[in-house]
C-alpha cells in the first residue's frame, strides 16, 4: 500500500509545501524509506527546472556592487588576521562572516573603535555602491510609424520604453546598440522582442557612460557583432 | 570552492561569472522584475561568500547549490514584498530578453539542455505543468496554487507529482544524479 504522504513530495521538492504541512512532512520523511526515494527521484528533476528560464545575462553593474562587497569583506579579513577566520568552539555553525566579527569582542577598546570605523566606513561604501541615484532624465525618440519610445537615464543606466512597437519579423530579436560620436555602433547584450500589445520595458544591461546615441535593429536569434539592418529606433542622449 | 571556503575573491568571482546568468535567469522568471532579481541574485552570492563553508558536493554540482540557494531567496523576496500581484497584473506585458550568442561550447551546450528542459515542460499537459511553474517559478504553495485554481489540494499535489514523473522519463539522462 502506497504511503498516505505519497502525493507530498512532488510540492516538497519544488518548495511549495508551506506552512505546517512542511513540518508535518519532514518529520515523516525522516522515518519513510518510501518517500526518501521518491525525494531523491523527483528532487533530480526538480534541479533541472532552473533551466527552463529563458536566459537572461545579468547586469554588469550587479557583478560590479557584488565583487565590491566581496573585496571589501576579504581586505578586513586579511587585515584582521588568521584568528579572524578561526571557528571557535562557541561559535560552531556560524558563518566565516559572523566568526569574522567575533574578534571586535576581543580587541582592547581602541583598535576595536578603530576596526569599527573601518567596518562602518566599509558598510557605507557598500551602501553608496548599491544604492543609485534618483535623477533620470527622459527622452522621446524615433520609433516605426505608430509606435513610440523613450530613452530614460539614470547615471551610466540606461532603459527603452516602447508603446505600440511591432513585433520583430519571425525568428529575429531586436537589439540594442551603444554609438559614440562617429565610430561603429557598439553591441549589447540587450536583446528582446515586445509583448503582444506592443509594449516593451527594455534596461541596457551595458553601462551608457561615454554614449551619444542608442539604437535598435533587428537581428538574428542570438544577435549580431554589427548591425545587419537600418534602426528601426532609436533616441539621443541629452 | 576550497578556495571560495578560504575567503579567496577570485575563486568567488569564477564562480560568479560561471553561474550568474544561470542565477539572474531564474530570478527573474521568478519575481518578473529586473530590481527584485538584482537583489536575489545579490543576497544569494554574498550569502554564498559569507557561508561557502557550507557546500557539501555529495550533495550535487555547485551549479545546482546556488540555484537553490537563488530559489529560496527569490520566494523569500516574494512572500516579503508581495511581488505576486504586481507580477501577476503586468505578466503580459513583460517582454522576453534573450541571452547572447554563445561564445563557449559549454554555453551552447547548456542552451541545448535548456531547450530540452523547456520542450519536456511544455510537452506536460496543461494542468500539470501550469500546477509545476506555479509552485516553482511562481513560489506559491500547493494551498495558494489550489486557491487560484479552484481545486482540491489533493489534485494540485496529485498533479505536480504525476509532471515531474512524466518530466523525469522526459528528461532521461538530463536530470543530475547526485555523486
Do not use: N
Request: net charge neutral; hydrophobic share 40%; aromatic share 6%.
Amino acid at each position: 500500500m502506497a504511503c498516505p504522504h505519497r502525493d507530498d513530495v512532488g510540492p516538497w521538492v519544488l518548495g511549495a509545501l508551506g506552512g505546517d504541512d512542511e513540518r508535518v512532512f519532514a518529520e515523516h520523511l525522516a522515518g519513510c524509506a518510501e518517500c526518501t526515494a521518491d525525494v531523491a527521484q523527483l528532487k533530480m528533476v526538480a534541479d533541472a527546472l532552473p533551466m527552463a528560464a529563458p536566459q537572461v545575462v545579468p547586469p554588469p553593474a550587479l557583478k560590479a556592487r557584488i565583487m565590491g562587497a566581496v573585496e571589501s569583506e576579504a581586505a578586513l579579513l586579511r587585515a584582521a588576521g588568521p584568528e579572524a577566520d578561526r571557528p571557535a568552539r562557541a561559535e560552531r555553525g556560524q558563518g566565516r562572516f559572523a566568526r569574522w566579527l567575533a574578534p571586535l569582542g576581543r580587541l582592547r577598546p581602541v583598535p576595536a573603535a578603530a576596526l569599527a570605523t573601518v567596518i562602518l566606513a566599509v558598510g557605507v561604501l557598500v551602501g553608496v555602491l548599491a544604492s543609485g541615484g534618483d535623477d533620470t532624465s527622459t527622452t522621446r525618440g524615433f520609433a516605426p510609424q505608430g509606435a513610440q519610445v523613450a530613452l530614460h537615464v539614470t547615471g551610466d543606466h540606461g532603459r527603452l520604453d516602447f508603446t505600440g512597437m511591432p513585433a520583430p519579423p519571425a525568428g529575429r530579436v531586436y537589439q540594442v546598440w551603444l554609438v559614440h560620436g562617429d565610430r561603429a555602433p557598439r553591441p549589447t547584450h540587450t536583446l528582446f522582442t515586445v509583448a503582444h500589445d506592443g509594449r516593451a520595458q527594455v534596461d541596457i544591461l551595458e553601462s551608457l557612460k561615454g554614449t551619444d546615441k542608442v539604437l535598435v535593429t533587428d537581428e538574428p536569434a542570438g544577435g549580431s557583432r554589427a548591425p545587419t539592418t537600418q534602426p528601426v529606433a532609436g533616441a539621443t542622449l541629452t | 570552492m576550497q578556495l571560495v571556503r578560504e575567503g579567496d575573491p577570485r575563486a568567488f568571482e569564477v564562480v560568479y561569472d560561471r553561474h550568474s546568468t544561470a542565477a539572474f535567469s531564474l530570478a527573474y522568471r521568478m519575481t518578473g522584475r529586473r530590481g527584485a532579481a538584482e537583489d536575489v541574485v545579490q543576497e544569494a552570492f554574498l550569502s554564498l561568500w559569507r557561508s561557502g563553508a557550507r557546500y557539501d558536493r555529495t550533495r550535487g554540482s555547485v551549479r545546482t547549490w546556488v540555484l537553490g540557494i537563488v530559489h529560496h531567496r527569490a520566494i523569500d523576496a516574494l512572500r516579503r514584498s508581495m511581488v505576486h500581484d504586481r507580477r501577476r497584473a503586468s505578466d503580459e506585458g513583460i517582454e522576453e530578453r534573450f541571452e547572447a550568442a554563445e561564445r563557449t561550447d559549454a554555453e551552447a551546450a547548456r542552451r541545448q539542455e535548456a531547450e530540452e528542459v523547456r520542450t519536456a515542460l511544455a510537452a506536460l499537459p496543461d494542468d500539470q505543468s501550469r500546477a509545476i511553474e506555479l509552485a516553482y517559478f511562481g513560489g506559491f504553495s500547493h494551498s495558494e496554487i489550489a486557491a487560484m485554481l479552484e481545486m482540491p489540494i489533493g489534485t494540485v499535489k496529485g498533479r505536480i507529482r504525476l509532471g515531474l514523473e512524466k518530466l523525469r522519463g522526459q528528461l532521461g539522462e538530463l536530470v543530475e544524479v547526485p555523486a
